[in-house]
């Protein structure tokens, strides 16, 4: 019998380099996969839904879509129009909506199941953009669910200072017009951190006013560019619905427009997100929410393209 192979090898160490992970001399290799623990610039979340294929693709594809299932809201609101009068003949028309609605729900649902892979991918450091989840109608249910509920536990609490400023502050001017911009903005990034919160604990009782709080004190001022994303993201999500049903003069331009909402709408969610993401990857040590991916949350292999883990 030949002699028995030894793994044992003398010399591996010559061979064989191990880089620590916050080491500042990381190869090229290293720094493409992994986001250093730095806080994220504008620029490069601004450039991040463009610099992979799911983000392209969640561009491309989905706002024709949601074209497509919200542009009969015009015509039941030019249906609708004529029949304030008769509530009950307006009844009629809205059971012919239900279809349309179902559809646009489960669509936009997986759109933000994609959203929070974002989040999580974000959050871990990664620099490539997550694999698109599976269809699958009880996770699209349980994403719109967490979205919902984050939005309830953190507007609500959020939007209180705006509530209480806007009963006491009497004639609205310039100044209190710049005052309920920054409440906004603050609303909407506790909404988010809420949001982060129910997604990285895989547990919605995680959007609680404590836990959101206690997080953006630990993180600071870094918190502020969040903060600032989120609230822009709200304020052309909410203003552009008002310009679209009110400001446009002709219906051709309403379905252009409704087209370019969408676009931006998507695209200021994934920037939002990321630069939430980046944000929580730069202070996990001092939050410590989470170690391991969540169950729920998969991502593309380094090297793999486009497929589930």
């Keep these: 019998m030949g002699k028995p192979k030894r793994w044992y090898n003398p010399d591996a160490t010559s061979t ?12 090229f290799c290293s720094i493409r996969w992994r986001h250093p623990r730095v806080d994220p610039t504008l620029g490069e979340c601004l450039v991040y839904p ?20 919200s542009l009969p809201i015009f015509d039941v609101i030019a249906v609708l129009q004529p029949l304030k009068a008769d509530w009950r003949l307006g009844l009629m028309v809205v059971p012919v909506m239900i279809p349309v609605i179902f559809s646009f729900a489960m669509t936009f649902g997986y759109a933000i199941v994609f959203l929070g892979h974002v989040l999580v991918s974000s ?69 988010q951190m809420a949001l982060a919160a129910a997604m990285l604990h895989e547990n919605i009782v995680a959007a609680n ?39 446009l003069p002709r219906m051709w331009m309403e379905a252009l427009a409704l087209w370019g909402y969408w676009v931006l709408v998507l695209y200021l969610g994934m920037v ?23 169950r729920w949350a998969t991502t593309r292999h380094h090297g793999q393209l486009y497929a589930n883990s």
Excluded: Q
Excluded at 219 to 246: E, H, R
């Design 16 to 27: 064989i380099r191990v880089i620590p992970r916050d080491d500042p001399n990381d190869s």
């Design 50 to 69: 463009l610099s992979d294929g799911p983000g392209l693709g969640l561009l491309v594809f989905f706002p024709p879509i949601f074209w497509l299932f």
């Design 123 to 191: 959050s871990l450091g990664e620099n490539d953009h997550p694999s698109w989840p599976e269809w699958h109608p009880a996770d699209i249910a349980e994403g719109i669910f967490r979205w919902i509920w984050a939005a309830i536990a953190g507007l609500l609490v959020g939007a209180v200072p705006l509530v209480a400023y806007w009963y006491f502050c009497g004639e609205i001017d310039v100044f209190d017009c710049v005052v309920f911009s920054a409440l906004i903005m603050l609303a909407a990034g506790f909404a």
């Design 209 to 247: 006013p404590i836990t959101v709080v206690a997080a953006v004190v630990r993180i600071g001022w870094a918190y502020l560019w969040p903060c600032f994303m989120a609230g822009i993201a709200l304020a052309f999500t909410v203003f552009g619905v008002f310009l679209l049903l009110y400001k």
């Design 272 to 294: 939002s997100i990321r630069m939430m993401g980046l944000t929580y990857h730069a202070h996990a040590p001092d939050l410590a929410w989470f170690r391991r991916r969540p």
